[in-house]
């Protein structure tokens, strides 16, 4: 059947502008990391996006290396479902892109060369069928190629008209702040960085929301959920259907020891008693700074992306729950 968006779909979100330039995101985007490859069916695929849109989120984030387990199936999957009739709303979407992790063999499939970035968008836009991207972005700093030949090529790349707006993305601030000048230099100013930040990996806090507040650059958090540990799942067990559970995926390599969970455990009474899940308190928690534009989930089912948007109703902390909040996270190391 046909796909007709939902005619109530911008009343369910809020939209914040992203730093001082002209283009609003959804306080939550939607990332096709995971959930979007061969690993999942492409009738699931589609649920999670029409939803994920029905709810008013409009910006949708990809790499040209995501989807499991192969590099590129998120990006032809999604070009699928876009012919497939949701591309009939493309303007009325936010599609972004990166490049920057390895991509293909030999000295051009990686890191930051004009050379790699520009031939990597051209391959991300034919597997998404797109004459166009929103935002384009360098994956991670590269550091052994100068920042000035990594800026102008997204500069041309956006002077070509194959991306409106360009982002950085695991940017820290010395290089966050160079990239900005030379890309103001250049006319084309940075849209966005785009880092992780959640209750556990606060480094952003130190001078980075900061430097991109004042620049009038905005902000986009990735992994808020800490890939799942941060909702109520792995509080007894591992669940057969989670991301921990399936072969090839990082986070239980990353995120599991006893510290983090006694973490969980804690938060998890402080969700309850504001009367939310502890995923939704997650999202609440990241989007309290203004500096922040959106929070960029991830979903293995549309029920997740359904909750997630239910925190619109329950953004604030109270002083105490905020006080409480910073006493759980600094448990010690060697609990
Ligand atoms: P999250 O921290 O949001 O983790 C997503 C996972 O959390 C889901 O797959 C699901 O796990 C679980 N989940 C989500 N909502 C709920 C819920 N309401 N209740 C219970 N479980 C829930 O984000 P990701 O780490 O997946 O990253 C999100 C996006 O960020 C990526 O898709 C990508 O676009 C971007 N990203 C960017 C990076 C970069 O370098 N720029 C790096 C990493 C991500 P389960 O599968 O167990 O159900």
Redesign the pocket.
């Given at each position: 059947m046909e796909y007709i968006a939902d005619t109530e779909r911008y009343g369910k979100m809020k939209y914040r502008r992203c730093g001082n330039t002209g283009l609003f995101l959804p306080i939550i985007?939607?990332?096709?990391?995971?959930?979007?490859g061969k690993e999942t069916s492409i009738e699931i695929q589609k649920q999670k996006l029409h939803k994920a849109f029905d709810l008013g989120i409009t910006h949708f984030?990809?790499?040209n290396n995501?989807g499991l387990p192969a590099n590129g199936s998120a990006e032809e999957n999604f070009g699928k479902i876009l012919k497939d009739g949701f591309g009939k709303y493309r303007d009325e979407m936010v599609i972004s892109t990166?490049a920057g992790?390895p991509m293909w063999d030999g000295p051009y499939g990686d890191w930051g060369s004009r050379k790699y970035l520009i031939s990597s968008l051209d391959q991300s836009l034919k597997r998404m069928r797109l004459d166009y991207v929103d935002i384009f972005?360098h994956?991670?700093p590269d550091p052994g190629t100068p920042l000035e030949e990594t800026m102008t090529a997204l500069a041309d790349i956006v002077r070509q008209g194959k991306a409106l707006y360009i982002g950085i993305?695991?940017y820290e601030e010395i290089e966050t702040k160079k990239s900005i000048e030379i890309l103001s230099e250049l006319k084309v100013p940075c849209l966005v960085n785009?880092?992780?930040y959640?209750f556990i990996e606060r480094w952003p806090e130190e001078d980075l929301f900061d430097i991109l507040g004042s620049s009038g650059v905005g902000c986009i958090c990735?992994?808020?959920?800490?890939?799942?540990?941060?909702?109520?799942?792995y509080l007894s067990e591992i669940?057969e259907?989670?991301?921990?559970?399936?072969t090839g995926t990082s986070?239980a390599e990353r995120y599991f020891n006893d510290k983090n969970m006694l973490i969980v455990k804690n938060l998890n009474e402080v969700a309850v008693a504001r009367g939310q899940?502890l995923?939704?308190m997650a999202l609440s928690w990241v989007l309290r700074k203004d500096e922040i534009t959106s929070?960029?989930?991830?979903?293995?089912?549309v029920?997740?992306?359904e909750?997630?948007v239910s925190i619109l109703n329950h953004l604030d902390f109270t002083e105490d729950e905020i006080d409480t909040i910073e006493n759980i996270l600094k448990t010690d190391d060697d609990i």
């Open positions: 985007s939607l990332g096709l990391w995971q959930n979007f984030d990809l790499a995501y990166k992790f972005y994956h991670r993305s695991n785009q880092i992780r959640n990735y992994s808020p959920l800490a890939q799942g540990l941060l909702t109520n799942k669940p259907d989670s991301r921990a559970a399936r986070i899940s995923a939704q929070v960029l989930i991830g979903a293995s089912k029920i997740q992306i909750d997630n």
